[in-house]
C-alpha cells in the first residue's frame, strides 16, 4: 500500500508564490518519477512538471520559468515552487508517482488526492 500526502496549497493573488508538497510512503523500494498535475474546472487533467530519479526535468510550456520541480529521493518527497502565478494557474494540483516494490519488478502509478491553488485577487 502507498500513500501520497500533499500540502501547500492555498488562496494567493496574481504575482504571488506558493509551494506544493508530496510525500510518498508505504511499500516503495523506488520511486522513479515522481510529477505535479492540474486539473482546472471543466478541463482535463494536464502534466504541469515531472522530476526522474536522475534529475530530469520537464515543464508545460505555460510554467517554464515561473514553476520549479525538485525532489528528495532519500525521502520520497517532492516540490513544486510556483512563482508569478497567475489566475489561470488556478486548479487542483495532483501529485503522482511511478514506484517499484521490489527490485526487477515493474513499476506502478498512483495518484494523490490533490491540493487547491487558487489566484485570485
Known amino acids: 500500500q502507498v500513500q501520497l500526502v500533499e500540502s501547500g496549497g492555498g488562496l494567493v493573488q496574481p504575482g504571488g508564490s506558493l509551494r506544493l508538497s508530496c510525500a510518498a510512503s508505504g511499500s516503495i523500494f523506488s520511486v522513479d518519477i515522481m510529477g505535479w498535475y492540474r486539473q482546472a474546472p471543466g478541463k482535463q487533467r494536464e502534466l504541469v512538471a515531472v522530476i526522474t530519479t536522475g534529475g530530469t526535468t520537464k515543464y508545460t510550456d505555460s510554467v517554464k520559468g515561473r514553476f520549479t520541480i525538485s525532489r528528495d529521493s532519500a525521502k520520497n518527497m517532492a516540490y513544486l515552487q510556483m512563482n508569478s502565478l497567475k489566475p489561470e494557474d488556478t486548479a487542483v494540483y495532483f501529485c503522482?508517482?511511478?514506484?517499484?516494490?521490489?527490485?526487477?519488478?515493474?513499476?506502478?502509478?498512483?495518484w494523490g488526492q490533490g491540493t487547491q491553488v487558487t489566484v485570485s485577487s
Open positions: 503522482n508517482v511511478l514506484y517499484t516494490i521490489r527490485f526487477g519488478e515493474p513499476s506502478y502509478d498512483y
